[in-house]
């Protein structure tokens, strides 16, 4: 099956991979490391309403998770869906997120960044943070 084989050469190893954990969750639609991983791939490729279906899934299997609160933030934010990110964001922050630096520089967000609900949640990480960024005063 020579045809297979082309067919399979001209798929990116992003779409290979994508496919491989679609077929994982088929069988497992609960397998949150599968899951994690494909939201990234999604991410990576572009496809942001699928990414942001996935990461939806993770926050109703791991709610006070930060990274995936977090995650969610950024799928709402590239889709310009800012009061859905903020929400998300914010749930990151009440779960434990505390990584400004990284916060502030995520393009992801970027679509956040002159939004007062964004500058609000940052004063409150930054006040509850033992070490304040000076970015931030």
Known sequence: SSCRLKCLAKRSQVDFE???????LS????????????GQLLAEKG???????????LAQLQPANP??????ACSHAVLQQ????????RAAFENGYTD???LLNDPDLKSLHLHA?????????????????PRLV
């Open 18 to 24: 994508i496919e491989f954990f679609e077929q994982i």
């Open 27 to 38: 069988r497992n639609p609960n397998y949150v490391d599968a899951l994690r991983a494909l």
């Open 47 to 57: 496809c942001y309403r699928r990414a942001l279906l996935v990461d939806q899934r």
């Open 67 to 72: 990274m995936v609160a977090y995650n969610l």
């Open 82 to 89: 800012v009061p859905e990110a903020l929400d998300a964001l």
């Open 100 to 102: 400004i630096e990284y």
């Open 117 to 133: 609900g964004f500058k609000k949640i940052l004063v409150e990480l930054w006040h509850a943070a033992p070490e304040s960024d």
